[in-house]
């Protein structure tokens, strides 16, 4: 098995970029995901695979990765983007699904 | 589009069985194309993937769950089902089931609404 580290929290101010990073082992095999997560809410995906949006997701998030790390990258913050945000990826057995331990976004 | 929605008891005793049932709208759980899981989210705190179930029944549970959980699937019904055994207080979480996709590359791309279970007597 193995984790994936992510900083507790981050803050950008309205219109910033700001890069949110994940780091695990697991990430020199596998892509990372991304989720994003509003109070009360499920997650919802946001990236995947290699820099993918899912249909809807805005352009301003895209994903990159080198070695051990992924980042999540949020180019013109918006007031909308202020939730919590998890990576994950299967795990270095390939069997088991690992998650980050979720970095909150402040958006100022 | 395909939309999961869990199902079960909100509270659930210590030292009993804790059951959840997703039902899958607009799709199948056969085929090769998917995992099933269920995750979970204890309040306040982050997620916790739990396990799946596969194309012809195969399972994979989180190493600290395994001799705890079990999770299956009724293809007939479009459902699959999570029991978690001996359950104390720290089992208490907002459970979801989701579909993993498996094409290439492994994401969640549907998720259950989450249901709250609470463990207490």
């Known amino acids: 098995s193995s984790e994936l580290t992510q900083g507790p929290a981050v803050s950008v101010a309205l219109g910033q970029t700001v890069r949110i990073t994940c780091q695990g082992d697991?990430?020199?095999?596998?892509?990372a995901n991304w989720y994003q997560q509003k109070p009360g809410q499920a997650p919802l995906l946001v990236i995947y695979?290699?820099?993918k949006r899912p249909s809807g997701i805005p352009d301003r998030f895209s994903g990159s990765g080198s070695g051990n790390t992924a980042s999540l990258t949020i180019t013109g913050a918006q007031a909308e983007d202020e939730a919590d945000y998890y990576c994950?990826?299967?795990?270095?057995?390939?069997?088991?699904?690992?998650f980050g331990g979720g970095t909150i976004l402040t958006v100022l | 589009q395909v939309q999961l929605q869990e199902s079960g008891p909100g509270l659930v005793k210590p030292s009993e069985t804790l059951s959840l049932t997703c039902t899958v709208s607009d799709g199948s759980v056969t085929g090769s194309d998917y995992f099933w899981s269920w995750i979970r989210q204890t309040p306040g705190k982050g997620l916790q993937w739990i396990g799946y179930?596969?194309?012809?029944?195969?399972?994979s549970y989180n190493p600290s769950l395994k001799s705890r959980v079990s999770i299956s699937v009724d293809s007939s019904k479009r459902q699959f089902s999570l029991t978690l055994r001996s359950v104390t207080a720290a089992d208490t979480a907002i459970y979801y089931c989701?579909?993993?996709?498996?094409?290439?590359?492994?994401?969640?791309?549907?998720w259950g609404q989450g249901t709250l279970v609470t463990v207490s007597s």
């Open positions: 179930v596969y194309y012809g029944g195969s399972t």
């Open positions: 695979g290699r820099n």
């Open positions: 989701a579909r993993e996709v498996s094409s290439g590359w492994y994401y969640f791309d549907r």
């Open positions: 994950s990826s299967r795990d270095t057995t390939d069997d088991h699904v690992v």
């Open positions: 697991s990430l020199r095999r596998y892509y």
